[in-house]
């Protein structure tokens, strides 16, 4: 137990370090002080998405398409999702105006809160909370999901509305930028790409580790496991 909590440290220490070397990449090729040649749009399709009724049971399911709303982002920290709390059935997805995003979609919530940033590990739908990205080809998942990740205040600076700020479709599609250059564009990519790959890989053997935590952890308090004569001295051994 004591060894898995220690590797789920160093996994998430590791991840943002990835997580720093990625934006410095981004702020050297694509600088924040750069003019404004473009909006979000000319880079990107900006996808909103819907809810099917709650009073149908038939519409939700466990293993369905991976439906995805901002509380899911506000519940863990991984960068990559495929499935939220609740999956959505065919027939769930074909009552509302939810689109499937193609995996390496940059999901970008746009209400309660503006902000959270992920990437589609999978092809999902989201609630009507989000503002998402569908890259273009030749720009790629890496520049749109550091751009948000950047611009995300800014993007929030926008939001209007009554009850609680939203960023519309139209807001979204306007955020202004400087268009990149296709090269760095495809250098970028190449230097992101095996850095998602293991960030991908560390938020999997995480979640890995958090199911074997939670499976040890009430065996350990209720005494079923007995760890009286563990030898603690090999076991501190073996963390240093």
Not at 10 to 20: C, D, I, P, R, V
Not at 107 to 121: Q, T
């Amino acid at each position: 137990y004591i060894v898995s909590a220690c590797q789920r440290v160093a996994s998430t220490s590791l991840n943002g370090y990835l997580e720093k070397l990625l934006l410095t990449k981004y702020d050297e090729l694509f600088p924040a002080n750069a003019d404004f040649t473009g909006i979000l749009s000319d880079v990107g399709e900006v996808i909103g998405g819907a809810t099917p009724s709650k009073k149908r049971p038939e519409y939700y399911c466990s293993n369905g398409i991976g439906w995805i709303t901002p509380r899911d982002l506000s519940n863990t920290t991984d960068k990559f999702i495929a499935h939220g709390a609740d999956d959505i059935t065919d027939v769930g997805y074909a009552s509302c105006s939810a689109k499937i995003l193609p995996k390496g979609s940059v999901l970008f919530s746009s209400r309660a809160p503006i902000g959270y940033v992920a990437i589609a590990a999978d092809r999902v739908a989201t609630n009507q909370g989000f503002k998402s990205v569908v890259p273009r080809e030749e720009v790629g998942t890496a520049f749109i999901y550091c751009f948000l990740i950047r611009n995300k205040q800014r993007i929030a600076d926008r939001g209007a509305g009554t009850t609680f700020p939203e960023i519309s479709g139209r807001m979204m599609k306007s955020v202004g930028l400087a268009i990149p250059e296709q090269a760095s564009c495809a250098e970028f990519s190449s230097f992101a790409k095996p850095i998602f790959e293991q960030q991908e890989a560390l938020e999997e053997e995480n979640r890995k580790l958090a199911a074997l935590r939670d499976a040890l952890l009430p065996k350990l308090m209720s005494g079923e496991i007995d760890v009286s004569k563990v030898d603690l001295t090999q076991l501190n051994s073996h963390l240093a």
